[in-house]
Every structure is written in C-alpha cells, then in structure tokens.
C-alpha cells in the first residue's frame, strides 16, 4: 500500500467507447456540437468521479474534450 515511490498520472485516459463513436459521428457532421458537448460533459464528469472514489490526486478530465 505505501510504495518506494511517488507517481501521479497526469494528462490522458483511455476515452468510453460512447464518446469516440460520438467523436465520430461529429467529424462525419452527423451531430453537432451542441449534440457532442453534453456526451462530452457527461464522460468528464464520470472519469472525475472514477478518479475522486479511488482518491488519485491530482484530477484530471483526462483529456476528453
């Protein structure tokens, strides 16, 4: 529980699928950004939540957006 060491990770996480089928059908001009921004709202809101319940400091929106 307590390693020799110190690591945080910072920057990227592995994005939902739901979010990169949407990323997808934005590019494609299939939804909008009005359509993409609550996906997008939603899939941060759950990474952060995931990160807040196993207490990794610091937080991140993991590059969703």
């Known amino acids: 529980m307590h390693p020799p060491f110190r690591a945080e990770h910072l920057g990227s996480l592995l994005r939902p699928d739901s979010l990169l089928k949407a990323?997808?059908?934005?590019?494609k001009g299939?939804?909008?950004?009005?359509?993409?921004?609550?996906?997008?709202?939603?899939?941060?809101?759950?990474?952060?939540?995931m990160q807040l319940d196993i207490d990794m400091r610091p937080i991140s929106d993991g590059e969703y957006r």
Do not use: G, S
């Not at 990323?23 to 590019?27: C, D, L, N, S, T």
């Not at 299939?30 to 939540?49: C, F, G, R």
């Open 23 to 27: 990323r997808i059908q934005f590019e």
């Open 30 to 49: 299939e939804i909008t950004q009005e359509d993409l921004t609550p996906l997008e709202d939603e899939a941060v809101n759950k990474v952060v939540q």
